[in-house]
């Protein structure tokens, strides 16, 4: 018996408690555990029912991942199954938090389910490019239906409790906070009424409509084509549950078996496996400890309301924080608001938000046109225009009225966080709180450390992150910070392979066929080519088309022309253009196959990513990978530049930068660092 489990006997009803702290993951001690303790009541002959339960901040919350990749010890997870499902006693699953993939499938081997109100049940195995493996696929759709099973475990969601027992997954809801002793009354309650013994897997009812007949999964599958594009783990789950509806139970369980190890050694699996820590690693700073205080924020002043102030508005008015919001006129403070309004009012339209919470955050703002109005914030963040003047200004302005303590956080994409604090009698107190457009909705956060930033306010930089539901990612000062200034390195490669003859929607299907949602052509259009050139005067295409007001999207199209409905056919009126800026600027032009197209485009971010290590702007790679999935969107299935590289070969992209310096110079020269990694066989 390990210690980890306690077991208690009440009345005729054992009650086995596991307590493995954070989150009782299933890992080989664990499984034991429960194992024995199901055994254990087997063989008490007093015992007619058993409770399973865990202690902690929830029940089993899944499989342990880091088992991942390694040979499991016996009992593995279909073993522990198996034991609780040939129980010659009546079972029990009481639950509390997030009963999350096999931790949920443990519970659906029980005859019965119950779980506090706040609990949600959920397998979210495709966000580790996996499949439930024990069972899931195969159960669920029995106890739910067809559709609710498809819709719950390609997206990977949370059900909350209430729906949870009207879907059939749960058989009862406390209705207090005592989950223990509810489910001990429940268990004597089905002891008394000599409650049948009701196997998941022995159930077939919700399948019989859809036997022989594969419509519902072809329909699913071409509605959600697009969503599911490069994620193998929602076909393999389609194919599972459709498994699930055809076979035998044994035979679909054999089946969902295949198609988990297929998920297992995919290297979209490794990827999303490696981003699934990368984001709980990214808060660890390693010279500010985990009891590092942290500064209350309560209420926030933004400088600005246009489009970037206005979206870092939100991410506070939606987590219930007021915000005070500072404008030089009236008429721009006016629109800057009612811009937030009708981007609520948009999320009213689609269901996502009620009538209630829209007033409510709405009721949260105050407008102002004097400093003095952020007297009592605990945090200003300024998000003017991208000039040092201005933002100097602005922070000494700032540093006039605020109270002490106040955190000063500037929102710049590209600026001296160092130079900026100078016009502060307190740069202690400032950081950078660098969002990404649009602010209300990309989930990534860079933390900037100045050369002075207190411990305390980088903490508390990053522990907000949380409560505006962003991911952070620290950085240190330098230019474009991380996800930028590696990025930036895609944008060029992609000006410059349009130069060199290159078609531009060949170079926008390469990043889309990679798993991007966009080619970097078609998001200048989006963007809008004025706003991406912005106070340049060097000759470009970019330039050429705003000079005949081709400004993309917004206006007569830009490398592309638009149709009513958006399709996009090439311009060929921007390919002339591209032809004699190339025949101007003396540019040779090239042939590339899809590969080198791939190569040239995004192997100068993971150089560059390699430079930002080096300097120590970012802790680690994976950090890197973070911010750019996070901000820009890079398929999370590829794991970020970083880890991709990995997968690449080092060797390789090391080899293929020194052949692209040999050909175009040295926008290609490789870093120092991936140099010395690949010398010494190292990864990032
Ligand atoms: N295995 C190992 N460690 C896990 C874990 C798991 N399944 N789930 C969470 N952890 C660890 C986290 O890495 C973190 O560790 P550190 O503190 O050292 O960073 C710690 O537990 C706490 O996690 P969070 O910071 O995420 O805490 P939270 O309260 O915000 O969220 C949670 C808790 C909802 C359970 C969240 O951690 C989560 O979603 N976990 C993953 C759940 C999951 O994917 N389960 C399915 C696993 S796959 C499976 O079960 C397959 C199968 O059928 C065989």
New binding site residues.
């Given amino acids: 018996m390990t210690t980890l489990q306690t077991y208690e006997i009440h009345g005729d009803v054992a009650l086995i408690t596991i307590d493995s702290p954070?989150?009782n993951?299933?890992g080989y001690d664990v499984r034991k555990a429960i194992v024995d303790g199901f055994e254990k009541a087997a063989g008490d002959s007093g015992v007619n029912a058993i409770v399973l339960t865990c202690k902690g901040?929830?029940f089993f919350?899944?499989?342990?991942?880091?088992e991942f990749g390694t040979t499991q010890k016996s009992p593995v997870?279909p073993e522990v199954i198996s034991t609780i499902e040939s129980s010659p006693k009546l079972t029990i699953a009481a639950m509390h938090g997030?009963p999350?993939?096999?931790?949920l499938?443990t519970a659906l081997a029980c005859h019965y389910r119950i779980a506090l109100p706040t609990t949600r049940v959920g397998l979210?195995?495709v966000?580790?490019g996996?499949l439930?493996?024990?069972g899931?696929t195969q159960k669920l759709p029995r106890l739910t239906s067809v559709e609710a099973a498809l819709d719950i475990i390609t997206s990977g969601r949370q059900v909350k409790s209430e729906e949870a027992l009207s879907l059939g997954i749960l058989d009862k809801v406390c209705s207090s906070e005592d989950l223990v002793k509810e489910a001990l009354g429940y268990a004597n309650d089905l002891v008394a009424d000599n409650a049948p013994r009701v196997l998941v897997r022995e159930r077939n009812d919700k399948l019989a409509e859809h036997k022989g007949s594969a419509e519902i999964f072809n329909t699913f599958r071409s509605k959600n084509a697009r969503r599911f594009r490069g994620f193998l783990a929602k076909e393999n789950i389609t194919k599972a549950i459709q498994a699930a509806v055809e076979l035998p139970f044994e035979e679909g369980l054999m089946r969902e078996r295949e198609l988990f190890m297929e998920l297992m050694e995919s290297r979209a699996s490794a990827a999303q496996r490696h981003v699934?820590?990368a984001e709980?690693e990214t808060i660890k700073i390693p010279d500010i400890p985990k009891t590092t205080p942290v500064r209350a924020i309560d209420s926030v002043g933004i400088v600005g309301a246009g489009t970037m102030g206005g979206g870092i508005a939100m991410n506070f008015l939606s987590a219930g924080i007021p915000v005070t919001m500072l404008e030089q006129k009236q008429e721009a403070l006016d629109h800057g608001i009612s811009v937030i309004q009708k981007n609520y009012q948009r999320s009213v339209k689609s269901g996502r938000m009620s009538e209630a919470a829209l007033e409510s955050c709405m009721s949260l703002i105050t407008p102002s046109l004097d400093y003095a109005d952020f007297s009592t914030v605990d945090l200003v963040i300024e998000a003017v225009f991208e000039t040092m003047e201005i933002k100097k200004a602005v922070f000494s302005s700032l540093d006039a009225v605020v109270k002490d303590g106040c955190i000063l956080a500037s929102n710049t994409s590209y600026l001296d966080i160092n130079e900026i604090a100078t016009s502060t009698s307190r740069p202690q107190d400032v950081i950078g709180l660098h969002f990404f457009s649009p602010a209300n909705i990309m989930p990534l956060l860079e933390v900037v450390r100045g050369e002075k930033s207190d411990l305390e306010v980088i903490n508390t930089g990053m522990r907000l992150a949380k409560t505006i539901r962003k991911t952070p990612v620290l950085s240190r000062v330098g230019w474009g910070f991380i996800a930028n200034r590696v990025m930036k390195f895609r944008s060029l490669q992609a000006d410059s392979l349009v130069l060199q003859g290159i078609n531009p929607e060949t170079i926008d299907k390469v990043i889309y066929d990679y798993g991007f949602a966009m080619g970097p052509i078609a998001m200048k259009d989006l963007v809008g080519l004025d706003v991406i050139g912005r106070g340049s005067t060097e000759l470009t295409v970019d330039s050429e088309l705003v000079s005949m007001d081709r400004l993309g999207q917004k206006k007569n199209g830009g490398y592309y022309d638009y149709d009513e409905n958006r399709q996009r056919t090439l311009s060929p009126i921007a390919m002339d253009l591209i032809k004699e800026v190339a025949a101007k600027k003396g540019v040779k032009q090239i042939t590339a196959d899809e590969d080198e197209i791939l190569a040239r485009l995004l192997y100068p971010v993971i150089n560059e990513g390699a430079k930002v290590l080096d300097e120590g702007i970012a802790l680690r790679s994976s950090d890197i990978d973070i911010a750019c999935i996070k901000g820009y969107n890079w398929p999370v299935y590829q794991g970020g530049p970083m880890f991709w590289a990995n997968t690449v070969g080092l060797d390789n992209v090391l080899n293929k930068l020194r052949e692209f310096e040999q050909q175009y110079g040295d926008a290609f020269t490789p870093s120092p660092y991936l140099e010395k990694l690949v010398a010494e066989g190292k990864e990032f």
Avoid at 61 to 66: E, L, M, P, V
Avoid at 100 to 103: I, S, V
Wanted: no cysteine; aromatic share 6%.
């Fill in positions: 954070p989150v993951a299933l901040r929830t919350a899944g499989a342990d991942i880091r997870l997030t999350l993939g096999g931790g499938e979210p195995e966000h580790l996996l439930p493996g024990a899931g699934f820590f709980r």
